[in-house]
Each structure stands twice: as structure tokens, then as C-alpha cells.
């Protein structure tokens, strides 16, 4: 049923977390606009504002409890629908049963099919100055909206769902819980998707998935799916986010270091470089196995940019095992991290098996002991560069200044440089000479535009037009 013989409603959308939930946000505008819902970009003017949330550590869910009692002002002064999409539906289910509550509706990460019947439930409550209140959280083995076209907001950049769910269980993690369980989507849509994608004029492809790289669809593994995606004419650029250690065939390492379209960049989540910590995290690998795959990779390709997650003050971290993820940081030498501090999470293995016992004062000295040491490997790696011209895939405007473009190397580390350089545009290609470094940015002179695709690595850049 559309709604377009009623008011047309005027939705807002706020998204949290991370780059999946971007994606599911794309899916529901797509949903929402083809029954007549519009979208809005300004609360003021929404008769509904959904929030599309996270769960995965204590901070997500203090910033999303932060802006819905922001939003309890907003509902006092005017009749507005509230509505909590994704991980923290699960979690919210209790507001509901308030006796005024501020959240109307509550849509898990598999029910966004449901949400245009959802919301018109919860206007048409309100407006008969009911406290009915709608929920759909139930968990699916089947969901993949396959068939949705994602409304995607014009840019370099377009994601790709192509599974969803993870079926690992690490002891500290919530997602299985939120997301359910592993599926994978059928590679022909996939690719019929990316094409419709490099037809809309986006240049890079991002494939997302809770656990990537253990895609799987009859013959199809995501290797295979990865260079398929990369062969596409048009697309400059394939990244993927985020794998697992565990599933790295040496098919899908090839992909990556001999594929000129395939991004020079492996984000390799290690969470701690001791064996203890690992086993009790369910990580199913050592600190000797993980290490392994790194030489391999950088035996294959010595220029394949690395990152990690690693998570500090785990259930009964000892000093001593905090010191073996600070000499893996060391040995290894990230290109970047994202270093977290244990959060624990409800009925995750490690909260129902485990004491969440390193206190908080720790688990934050051990996060800046990290954060300390990577900023210094960082900008050394950075400092690598110097002297080089790097291919740069243009995303806009510098944060800082808009004096200055902003793009993003094949290994993804920002580049920036003065826009009176030369004239370009996002999605194009420039040629970046690299006179400065810090831990987070290359700086450039940029030389001239691409005329061809992107170069098999970092190293090589040639064939450019001069301005
Ligand atoms: N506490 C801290 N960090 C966590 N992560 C996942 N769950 C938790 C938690 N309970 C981190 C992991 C993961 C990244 C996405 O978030 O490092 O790789
Ligand atoms: Fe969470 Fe582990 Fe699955 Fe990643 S692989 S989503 S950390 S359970």
C-alpha cells in the first residue's frame, strides 16, 4: 500500500557506526522512497526520524541514548514518530514497554522490509493518541535484500553488501547476536549491482561484509567474486572490508597483489598478539599463524598497505600478554590501527563466560601505550613516501581547507594538496609527488590527471597529463 494518497511523510535518517550500516540506510531509503515516503535532510522538518545504530562497543550505544534524548524536546513540541533501526533494536526492546515511551518503532537489521507498514502503524497510533507500539527484531537465515537497488548518494564511493551476518563468534562480539548468521548473496546480482554502479559514474567499489572474505556462493568464493567485480569496465578502484585472518587462500592473496584494480590494502584485524588472549577471544589463529600470513603477503607484494583492529584490556589481560600485542604492533608496523578498549557486551560468550576484571584505569594506560606507538610507526611508514609521485583518487575538498583537494592513495592513506596545483574533480585520478608526512596524511604537489586506470602498485605511476 503506498502512502501517496495521504500526507507525504517526511522521513530523516541518522546513521551510526559503521560502513554497513551506511549501506542499510541506502537500502531503506530505497525501500522507503518507492512507497512514497520522502526523505529529508533537515530533523526540523521530519514526521519521522529514524536512527540506524550500532551496538559493537559501550561508546556506540552512549552516543545513540545521547541523541534520542535529544530528540525528547523535539517530540514534546510537535507529534514525531522515533524509530531505532539496526544492532541496538535488540537492545531497546524495554523502551517500548514505558509508559510514555520516546522510541515508537524498532526494526532489526533483517526487517527493513517491513518498515514502511512499521512507521505508517506508529503514525496512524499516534495520531489516534494511542501507545500502541510496533517491533520487528526477529533474525533471518535468508536475507540479503538481493533485489533491493540501494539509494546511494552521489559520490567516488559505492558499497556493496555481499553477505551479511558472521557465524565466527569471537568471545568480545556482539554482531553474531545483532546480525545472525552468515549468508552470502548471488554473485550475479552482485555484479549486475557493480555495473549499474560503474554506470552511475562511481569509481570505486567498496564489497562489505561482517566477515568478507568467507563469502561463499556455490562456485563462487570471494576471491573469484573480488576480481569479477575489479574486471568491470569503468570501476578504478576495489576495496573490501572488513576480513578475517582465517580466510585468506592464497587464490584471493594473488587477486589482491597482481589485480591493478584491486586496492593495495589489506585491513587484517589481529585483536592481540598473544596466544592466551586469542584462544579466549575465539580468534581460531596464533600470533605465529597471523604473523605468517603478513610475510607471505609482503613477500608477494612488499607495497600491500596493512591495518588492524586490536582490542586492549581483554577479560584477564596480564601485562605481560599486553606486551606481546605492543611488540606485534612493533614487528609488524601497521600502516594504521584502530585500537579499543574492551567494552563488554550482553550475552556475548565473554560476557556470560568470562570477568570483565582488567580494571578501566588500565585498559585506558594500555590504549595510549598503543595509540602512542602507532602514531610514531605510522608516520614513519608515511615518511616512506617521500620523493614519491603516488596515484590519488580525488574524493573533494581537504576537512581544513577548502583551499585543498582531498583524495585517498591505492593503500588508502590520505593525500592532500593545494587546489591551485592544478584543476580536478572527484573521481578523477591525479598523479601526487609527496614533499611531507605526518602520521595520517601525505602531503603532495599534484603533477597531472590519469588517462588510464590505476597502476599495478603504489610505485609505479606513470602515464599522466600534465595540467
Ligand atoms: N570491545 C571492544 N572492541 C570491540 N570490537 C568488537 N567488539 C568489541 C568489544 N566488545 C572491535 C574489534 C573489531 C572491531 C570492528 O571492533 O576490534 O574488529
Ligand atoms: Fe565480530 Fe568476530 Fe564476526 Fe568480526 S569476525 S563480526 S569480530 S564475531
Known amino acids: 500500500m503506498s502512502v501517496a494518497h495521504d500526507r507525504r511523510r517526511h522521513v530523516h535518517i541518522e546513521t551510526f557506526g559503521c560502513q554497513m550500516n551506511e549501506y542499510d540506510s541506502e537500502l531503506v531509503r530505497a525501500l522507503l522512497t518507492r512507497e512514497g515516503f520522502v526523505l529529508t535532510e533537515d530533523r526540523e522538518c521530519a514526521d519521522v526520524i529514524l536512527m540506524n545504530t550500532c551496538a559493537i562497543r559501550e561508546n556506540a550505544h552512549t552516543k545513540v541514548y545521547t541523541h534520542l534524548s535529544d530528540l525528547k524536546a523535539l517530540k514534546k513540541s510537535r507529534p514525531l514518530v522515533v524509530g531505532v533501526l539496526g544492532c541496538m533494536a535488540q537492545n531497546l526492546k524495554g523502551e517500548l514497554t514505558k509508559q510514555e515511551p520516546l522510541v515508537d518503532l524498532l526494526a532489526g537489521p533483517d526487517s527493513y522490509r517491513q518498515l514502511p507498514t512499521l512507521i505508517r502503524n506508529a503514525v496512524h497510533a499516534q495520531e489516534q493518541g494511542e501507545h500502541r507500539k510496533t517491533l520487528a ?46 549468508r552470502s548473496r548471488d554473485p550475479q546480482s552482485i555484479l549486475e549491482e557493480a555495473r549499474r554502479i560503474a554506470g552511475n559514474g562511481f569509481k570505486q567499489i567498496t564489497l562489505l561484509g561482517q566477515n568478507v572474505n568467507s563469502y561463499r556462493s556455490g562456485e563462487w568464493d570471494f576471491g573469484r567474486l573480488l576480481t569479477a567485480v575489479a574486471d568491470i569496465p569503468g570501476i578504478e578502484r576495489v576495496r573490501f572490508t572488513s576480513p578475517h585472518p582465517k580466510d585468506f587462500p592464497p587464490s584471493l592473496l594473488e587477486a589482491v597483489v597482481s589485480h591493478p584494480k584491486i586496492c593495495k590494502h589489506i585491513h587484517l584485524p589481529a585483536q592481540s598478539g598473544n596466544d592466551r588472549m586469542l584462544s579466549l577471544m575465539n580468534r581460531t589463529y596464533t600470533k605465529r599463524e597471523y604473523v605468517a600470513l603478513v610475510e607471505k603477503i609482503r613477500s608477494m607484494n612488499r607495497r600491500v598497505v596493512l591495518t588492524t583492529d586490536i582490542i586492549a584490556g581483554f577479560c584477564s589481560e596480564t601485562e605481560a600478554e599486553f606486551s606481546d600485542t605492543y611488540r606485534l604492533l612493533e614487528e609488524v608496523r601497521y600502516h594504521s590501527a584502530f585500537i579499543f578498549l574492551y567494552s563488554e557486551r550482553m550475552n556475548t560468550i565473554a560476557a556470560r563466560k568470562f570477568t570483565d576484571d582488567v580494571p578501566l584505569e ?26 614519491e609521485t603516488l596515484p590519488v583518487l580525488v574524493e573533494g575538498d581537504a576537512k581544513k581547507s577548502h583551499l585543498q583537494a582531498m ?22 585520478v591525479v598523479a601526487c609527488s609527496i614533499y611531507d ?31
Open 137 to 182: 527484531v526477529d533474525l533471518s537465515e535468508y536475507e540479503t535484500y538481493d533485489d533491493i537497488v540501494p539509494l546511494r548518494v552521489p559520490g567516488v564511493n559505492a558499497w556493496i553488501a555481499v553477505m551479511r551476518g558472521c557465524d565466527n563468534f569471537c568471545s568480545f562480539c556482539v554482531v553474531p547476536y545483532t546480525r545472525g548468521r552468515e
Open 362 to 387: 588500565v585498559k585506558s594506560q594500555r590504549v595510549t601505550a598503543l595509540v602512542e606507538l602507532q602514531r610514531r610507526i605510522s608516520a614513519e611508514c608515511n615518511r616512506e613516501y617521500l620523493g
Open 407 to 428: 583524495g585517498k592513495s591505492d593503500g588508502n592513506i590520505t593525500v592532500i594538496w593545494n587546489k591551485t596545483d592544478l584543476a580536478c574533480s572527484p573521481g578523477q
Open 437 to 467: 608526512a605526518s602520521a595520517s596524511t601525505l602531503y603532495a604537489k599534484a603533477l597531472g590527471i590519469s588517462v588510464s586506470s590505476p597502476s599495478k602498485s603504489e610505485h609505479s605511476c606513470t602515464n599522466f597529463v600534465q595540467p
